[in-house]
């Protein structure tokens, strides 16, 4: 009911709205910097897609930090991008615990845990929308900035290096360099697909893999990565290459196909130091 009132409401609006009016105000929606949120432009479209690659050798690249990523969330709609920001900030408050006053990490029986979310978490949150100047998502510029201004106002200096190149338009290498170093990159989607953890099942001789395909402007902290190359009889027969991300969604932690079903728009690797 509210979308078809809302469906009305819009072809109203467009008969007494002037036509070049209209097409200026497009023009303008068109050339404006993405918001990045599922929300921005359109629904998200969700759709997927299952593969099976035959293969008798492979040979795997994989790295995964050892604290992963925290996976708090932020209550405003169309927030990934500051719940990205904000995932980090908690990953470094690790180091430096002046970034989220309130708020520590755990360590429950010898092993390290980010605990649960609490009001400081929310608190930050709420701030870092302010400071990213949310409205319905977030801008690359508006994370930028955002993150830069929060963290140095604890004390600390954001650093945020582009790691954009001609593989998938990510300088590959120099991210896997980067993850190794156990950093973060944050990455932002104007489409993607993500496997869930488990979700590659190995058989005798091969591997079925499943993907759910999003269609949407969506940002995901990466916290490592998973490449690998099958081989039959000797010959090559195919690479997938796999990012593991916070994912924002119910599924809090999923491997993000780069090669065959994803477009990154920007990645950064992010550090505070």
């Excluded at 068109?30 to 918001?35: D, F």
């Excluded at 489409?191 to 869930?196: G, I, S």
Aim: charged content about 20%; glycine content about 10%; proline content about 2%.
């Amino acid at each position: 009911m509210k979308r078809a009132l809302c469906w009305l409401f819009g072809v109203i609006c467009l008969a007494v709205v002037p036509l070049g009016a209209v097409t200026a105000r497009a023009a303008e929606w068109e050339s404006a910097p993405a918001r990045y949120s599922a929300e921005y432009r359109s629904d998200i479209e969700v759709g997927t897609e299952t593969k099976t690659v035959y293969y008798d050798t492979k040979k795997i690249d994989e790295y995964v930090n050892t604290y992963e990523t925290p996976t708090f969330t932020c209550a405003l709609d169309g927030s990934c991008v500051v719940e990205a920001g904000g995932n980090v900030i908690a990953y470094y408050d690790r180091l430096y615990d002046e970034l989220i006053p309130g708020y520590r990490h755990q360590m429950i029986w010898g092993q390290f845990s980010y605990g649960s979310q609490n009001q400081a978490i929310n608190d930050m949150f709420t701030e870092l929308s302010g400071l990213m100047d949310w409205h319905v998502g977030v801008t690359v510029d508006g994370f930028q900035e955002g993150m830069d201004a929060y963290v140095s106002g604890k004390g600390r200096t954001f650093e945020c290096e582009k790691a954009t190149g001609a593989m998938y338009n990510t300088n590959l290498y120099y991210l896997k360099e980067k993850l190794r170093e156990d950093k973060l990159a944050v990455v932002f989607c104007s489409d993607f697909a993500l496997t869930p953890l488990g979700g590659i099942q190995k058989g005798d001789g091969y591997e079925t893999i499943s993907y759910l395909l999003y269609k949407a402007y969506h940002a995901m902290v990466v916290y490592g990565y998973y490449d690998v190359n099958y081989y039959l009889d000797g010959n090559f027969v195919g690479q997938d290459t796999y990012l593991y991300c916070g994912t924002g969604f119910t599924d809090k932690k999923a491997l993000m196909n780069i090669d065959d079903y994803s477009t990154i728009e920007d990645i950064y690797i992010v550090n505070i130091v």
